[in-house]
């Protein structure tokens, strides 16, 4: 493939999630979301699976919500953790989705910026550390792209924030049990 990748002109009156949620579904591929808008190749970096294991690889999601925050989240000036949950569950309508989205407390508001999701080919990844989570370890080039805005992100008011000295744990019992102001 080596060259330019190309944006997908989505010019539909559907959100962009539901349009990735279809080609995930429908086209065995998944997503991943970046501030970036250039990039040819995924590299490998260490990270963190949800489980906690480390791991040195490329990061997608077979969500498009999950990916679209990470678009969005204007990661050059952040400092502190995120802490993000995604769980889908198949039922007799369709997939049923939750979601959990966290900032560190001393973040600004506006914290968002325009973003890209990239297009990946799903039988480079395997699993990782839960169900809407997938790794691949080594680069990897994108099929296409989709530009999207915080506009895109179905929850930017539901973003909650939480103490950075703060156990994991704690964070989403609050967010289970009290109801933000």
Same mark, same amino acid.
């Given at each position: 493939?080596?060259?330019?990748?190309?944006?997908i002109?989505?010019?539909s009156?559907?959100?962009?999630y539901?349009?990735?949620?279809?080609?995930i579904?429908?086209?065995?591929?998944l997503?991943?979301?970046?501030?970036?808008?250039?990039i040819? =190749?995924?590299?490998p $970096?260490?990270?963190?699976? !949800?489980?906690?294991?480390?791991?040195?690889a490329?990061?997608?999601?077979? @969500? &498009?919500?999950?990916?679209?925050?990470?678009a969005?989240?204007?990661?050059?000036?952040?400092?502190?953790?995120?802490?993000?949950?995604?769980?889908?569950l198949?039922? =007799?309508?369709?997939? $049923?989705r939750?979601?959990? !989205?966290?900032?560190n407390e001393?973040?600004?508001?506006?914290?968002?910026? @325009? &973003?890209?999701?990239?297009i990946?080919?799903?039988?480079?990844?395997?699993?990782?550390?839960?169900?809407?989570?997938?790794?691949?370890?080594?680069t990897?080039e994108?099929i296409?792209?989709?530009?999207?805005?915080q506009d895109?992100?179905?929850?930017?008011?539901?973003?909650?924030?939480?103490?950075?000295?703060e156990?994991?744990?704690?964070?989403?019992?609050?967010?289970?049990?009290?109801?933000?102001?």
């Amino acid at each position: 493939m080596n060259g330019e990748v190309h944006f997908i002109q989505y010019k539909s009156a559907y959100p962009k999630y539901l349009f990735l949620h279809y080609l995930i579904e429908n086209k065995n591929v998944l997503v991943h979301g970046s501030n970036d808008s250039k990039i040819r =190749k995924l590299e490998p $970096k260490v990270q963190t699976l !949800f489980n906690g294991k480390p791991v040195r690889a490329v990061f997608a999601a077979s @969500d &498009g919500v999950w990916s679209m925050f990470f678009a969005v989240m204007n990661k050059k000036d952040y400092e502190g953790s995120v802490r993000n949950l995604c769980l889908t569950l198949p039922t =007799k309508k369709g997939i $049923k989705r939750y979601y959990y !989205f966290s900032v560190n407390e001393n973040q600004e508001d506006n914290c968002w910026i @325009d &973003g890209t999701i990239y297009i990946l080919p799903k039988d480079r990844f395997s699993q990782g550390g839960i169900k809407d989570e997938w790794v691949c370890e080594s680069t990897i080039e994108p099929i296409s792209k989709l530009s999207v805005t915080q506009d895109d992100f179905p929850f930017l008011d539901k973003v909650r924030k939480h103490k950075e000295t703060e156990s994991i744990v704690k964070t989403i019992a609050r967010a289970l049990l009290i109801k933000p102001s």
